[in-house]
């Protein structure tokens, strides 16, 4: 396989160039099908291109994946459900040299977020990727800087913020019903099991690990650290923090904001101090992320956000299994996946509306009718989706540096500790896949 970067020679570099002003210019006209390469498709990434595919105004022109397996099911997929067969690819990089082709959709791990993104958005194309932004801060923080100055449509895939009950809560909140808010609260109680200490062994045929490994350190295969498990991994996930947190963390983020904003007042994206207590209290595996975990957020100038995590347990909390609450001095409301209710301050019951987690179409949707438009998307990746993420990231690095931590976004750095630092970004990307700097965007 070709493994040189887009970015190796000053003869790419202006390719990419000239592609970006290319699509700045080229709208996608109303009638035109829009045309992507989904990278990534299993699991999760399998769910999204079925979404995308069932679309009539999308063409899956690329399918690319790294496992041939996947990937020669994916394009049969795709062919039984459209008539069209796309083009298999092992290397996304090849779609970006098509100058026709309007999209990129990531089902991707984490470590392998940014870079596609990065690369995309620099070839001028629109980019719907899957949450969290990130590998880690400084990835998410390079990949909204990308977008920005190639002027990219970037969509996120936190589907609550296309969801119907969530928006319908959202109105609700706007009406100032829960008077003056100053805590809200999420969690995640999802039953996960064991990964076990599987010994190492070699990639399953027709696995390119090489590429799957990315900008992450070359080490043996083992099977706890790849198909699904990747994410309880220091070097290539987030945690349940970055896996299914940030859902909870988003929402639960929306509403404080949105009922605060009805009182006149406004809670800022990022808290002004995070920390952490938590850590594998429950499985003895390979993974390294915490199984258990309790994360504060102190926002300025008064505003607490608390996320709890337990991922051997399951039992509903407020009724939810996984959701968000906020609290007002005249009321509450409790956001789950398919309904939301408001109490009033004594705890009565006052609306319950029932609904369902059936935010993949409309999420899919919005960000095709952007990429028309031209306008921010529902999870638009710098002012909403990047927000999100980096509360994830931060959460995480405060638990592993066991301290409170004080991000300052002036800076994109922890106020006065060096030692914190270290989380803001990987240590060493593993060459050619190394992370732009902010200049070379």
């Known amino acids: 396989m070709h493994r ?4 190796e020679s000053s003869a790419a570099t202006g390719m990419l160039a000239a592609l970006a002003a290319m699509n700045r210019r080229r709208a996608v006209a109303a009638n035109d099908k829009i045309s992507i390469c989904m990278v990534g498709i299993r699991g999760r990434g399998g769910s999204v291109l079925s979404t995308f595919a069932s679309m009539p105004e999308v063409e899956v022109r690329y399918v690319c994946d790294l496992d041939a397996g996947v990937l020669a099911a994916g394009v049969e997929r795709v062919a039984e459900r459209t008539g069209t067969k796309p083009t298999a690819l092992g290397d996304y990089r090849k779609s970006l040299e098509d100058k026709t082709l309007d999209a990129i959709v990531l089902g991707t791990p984490d470590h392998w977020h940014a870079l596609p993104t990065i690369h995309a958005c620099q070839a001028g194309k629109d980019v719907y990727v899957e949450k969290p932004d990130g590998h880690n801060i400084i990835e998410g923080q390079t990949m909204v800087a990308a977008a920005k100055k190639h002027g990219r449509v970037v969509q996120l895939g936190t589907q609550s913020r296309s969801g119907p009950h969530f928006l319908a809560c959202m109105e609700y909140l706007k009406t100032g019903a829960l008077g003056k808010v100053r805590f809200a609260k999420a969690w995640e109680s999802a039953q996960q099991g064991s990964i076990g200490k599987p010994a190492d062994g070699k990639p399953p045929p027709g ?13 043996p295969f083992n099977p706890a650290r790849f198909h699904g498990n990747w994410r309880w991994f220091f070097d290539y996930g987030t945690g349940d923090l970055g896996n299914d947190g940030v859902h909870r963390l988003d929402y ?14 406004t809670v800022p994206d990022l808290p002004r101090a995070v920390s952490a207590h938590g850590g594998k209290y429950y499985f003895d595996d390979a993974q390294e992320w915490p199984d258990t975990l309790m994360v504060t957020y102190d926002f300025a100038p008064g505003y607490l956000m608390t996320y709890e995590m337990r991922v051997w347990n399951s039992y509903p909390l407020d009724g939810e299994g996984e959701g968000a609450a906020v609290c007002g001095d005249n009321g509450y409301v409790v956001l789950g996946n398919s309904r939301w209710r408001a109490y009033d301050r004594r705890g009565k019951l006052i609306k319950d509306e029932q609904g369902s987690y059936a935010g993949d179409a409309a999420h899919v949707k919005n960000f095709l009718d952007c990429m028309r438009s031209r306008a921010r998307p ?4 710098e002012t909403i989706g990047h ?12 638990w592993r540096a066991g301290r409170t931590l004080h991000f300052d976004p002036a800076t994109y750095t ?5 030692a914190a630092n270290q989380f803001l970004t990987r240590p060493e990307y593993r060459k050619p896949w190394v992370l732009p700097k902010l200049s070379e965007v």
């Not at 040189?4 to 970015?7: A, D, K, N, P, S």
């Open 414 to 418: 922890f106020k006065g500790d060096d």
């Open 207 to 219: 696995v390119d690990y090489d590429m799957w490994l990315g900008p992450a350190p070359l080490r």
């Open 4 to 7: 040189r970067t887009l970015l």
């Open 252 to 265: 639960s983020r929306w509403a404080l904001q949105t009922a605060a904003a009805a009182k006149g007042e």
């Open 378 to 381: 529902a999870a638009d990746l």
């Open 387 to 398: 927000p999100s993420s980096l509360l994830c990231h931060l959460g995480n690095a405060a």
